[in-house]
Nanobody
Framework: QVQFVESGGGLVQPGGSLRLSCEAS????????MAWYRQLPGKQREFVAR??????HYADFVKDRFTISRDNDKNTVFLEMNSLEPEDTGVYYC????????WGQGSQVTVSS
């Protein structure tokens, strides 16, 4: 059974930073492109960033603020988020980059003063 456990979210002021982690089980992430997605309040889930073996791809709204990385040995994916804005408030999820599997609980990110 594939599971993703996201962590690292929280409340941060505008301009602040957070580092999200996603530990996978039931799947060996080295075989997959991995991605972060988010769901903003009242909106559908959307793509944030994807990392393959080497290449990385980001949604336009990231604007060089976020960095995705992976540690295949730890079966974990990370999302470093800087210059956070209130518009980034939402629940962040990780999954495979294509054909997403079952979704985890996500990690709540709240950007507010």
């Amino acid at each position: 059974q594939v599971q993703f456990v996201e962590s690292g979210g929280g409340l941060v002021q505008p301009g602040g930073s957070l580092r999200l982690s996603c530990e996978a089980s039931g799947i060996s992430i080295i075989a997959f492109a991995m991605a972060w997605y988010r769901q903003l309040p009242g909106k559908q889930r959307e793509f944030v960033a994807r990392v393959g073996a080497v290449a990385k791809h980001y949604a336009d709204f990231v604007k060089d603020r976020f960095t995705i990385s992976r540690d295949n040995d730890k079966n974990t994916v990370f999302l470093e988020m800087n210059s956070l804005e209130p518009e980034d408030t939402g629940v962040y999820y990780c999954n495979t980059g294509r054909n997403p599997r079952s979704w985890g609980q996500g990690s709540q990110v709240t950007v507010s003063s």
